[in-house]
């Protein structure tokens, strides 16, 4: 039981510290610079809370895993790995970053799904579904509050290349960290 408070504590306090600037944009700005601070040290205490969670509770299997089902998640993730990464550079965007307005957030529900579909479990349920939530929810708080986008203007086409790369390197270096975690990522 306090394996699940934790997760679902986790999970709050991620959503509050992510949704404070635009729920209560006044008393974030009050805040100013020791904000940051504030918020990433709020950030990391969730995900903190998240793991010890999630790695401690227990709760009903609906599916396991299977190598079609770990398959397509590898490639999900390194879309997601590629999709997040071309909404970090300000200014120019590569191709796929000038026709997605928040290409983090959809490159971190394509992890969420993607865990969904190998952990068929109560657990992940709460723990990705519930951040899928807050990636999904983010996109409509942020297009109702901000109106129209302007996509940005496109990069050379060299850095496509570059981000493919990143991201097939990325997902290789994430495999090996759950590997050595005792989470088998590959089929």
């Given at each position: 039981m306090m394996a699940w408070t934790l997760l679902i504590a986790g999970i709050a306090l991620w959503c509050a510290a992510h949704l404070f600037k635009r729920l209560a944009p006044a008393p974030r700005a009050r805040l100013g610079d020791r904000g940051k601070a504030l918020f990433a040290v709020l950030i990391v205490a969730s995900v903190v809370l998240m793991v010890i969670g999630y790695r401690g509770a227990e709760g009903a299997i609906y599916w396991g895993r299977s190598p079609a089902l770990v398959g397509i998640t590898s490639l999900l993730m390194i879309l997601a790995f590629y999709v997040y990464a071309v909404g970090g550079p300000k200014g120019d965007r590569i191709w796929l970053g000038t026709k997605l307005r928040h290409p983090q957030l959809v490159g971190f529900s394509l992890w969420a799904v993607a865990h969904l579909l190998v952990n068929g479990d109560a657990p992940s349920f709460v723990l990705?579904?519930?951040?899928?939530?807050?990636?999904?929810?983010?996109?409509?708080?942020?297009?109702?509050?901000?109106?129209?986008?302007?996509?940005?203007?496109?990069?050379?086409?060299?850095?496509?290349?570059?981000?493919?790369?990143?991201?097939?390197?990325?997902?290789?270096?994430?495999?090996?960290?759950?590997?050595?975690?005792?989470?088998?990522?590959?089929?």
């Open positions: 990705f579904g519930g951040l899928l939530a807050w990636a999904l929810g983010s996109v409509f708080l942020i297009n109702a509050q901000d109106g129209p986008w302007t996509p940005p203007n496109r990069a050379p086409k060299r850095k496509e290349l570059i981000y493919i790369i990143a991201a097939l390197v990325v997902t290789a270096v994430v495999m090996v960290i759950h590997n050595w975690l005792g989470v088998q990522p590959w089929g």
